[in-house]
């Protein structure tokens, strides 16, 4: 299996599976995947360089109900974490009707796209499932650092096979 590091530039969280679709940008080919072929295999003629990453309105409040995935050209590999049941994975939409955020405004690095809260802060605050509350929490208060993993657009993964941990399966 071929292993690539790229930068996070969008998400997906169902339940508590989260997808990250991963990119690189590159002098030559700013974001885009030079090698992106369509359906039938071959590179389309419309593929050019580009200095950013988008998705269908991207620039549309509120993201989860506007926003589409990244265009699959500026995608190079994906990471998909299987996190323990007893955790909570928090979106910028959790717990929100409408949440106030667009795509392009995670691009800025401001605002996690997925806050993951693990173990005894997890148990503590289980009833907890609000966005707001746990970006005031994380900004505000004293934590177990080990407790909360925040995930911002462009963090580095790397993706690849399935590794299995103590507290949750991984696929990388």
């Known amino acids: 299996m071929k292993y690539i590091i790229g930068k996070i ?35 389309p003629d419309w593929l050019k360089p580009s200095d950013t990453y988008y998705g269908d309105d991207w620039d549309d409040c509120p993201y989860e109900c506007n926003a589409g995935t990244v265009y699959d050209e ?48 997890a148990d503590r605050y289980s009833y907890k499932d609000k966005f707001s509350f746990w970006w005031d929490f994380i900004k505000n208060s004293d934590y177990d650092k080990q407790e909360v993993e925040c995930f911002y657009f462009e963090d580095y993964l790397m993706s690849g096979e399935t590794l299995e941990t103590e507290r949750s399966s991984i696929t990388i």
Request: net charge positive; with cysteine; charged share 25%.
């Open 9 to 43: 530039i969008d998400f997906e969280v169902k339940g508590n599976a989260v997808r990250f679709y991963l990119g690189n940008k590159t002098d030559e080919w700013g974001w885009t995947n030079k090698n992106y072929k369509d359906r039938n295999g071959n590179t």
């Open 74 to 121: 500026f995608i190079y590999g994906t990471r998909t974490y299987y996190y323990d049941i007893n955790w909570l994975i928090i979106e910028p939409c959790s717990g929100e009707i409408n949440s106030p955020y667009c795509k392009n405004e995670f691009k800025s690095r401001k605002i996690p796209c997925v806050i993951v809260i693990k173990g005894e802060l």
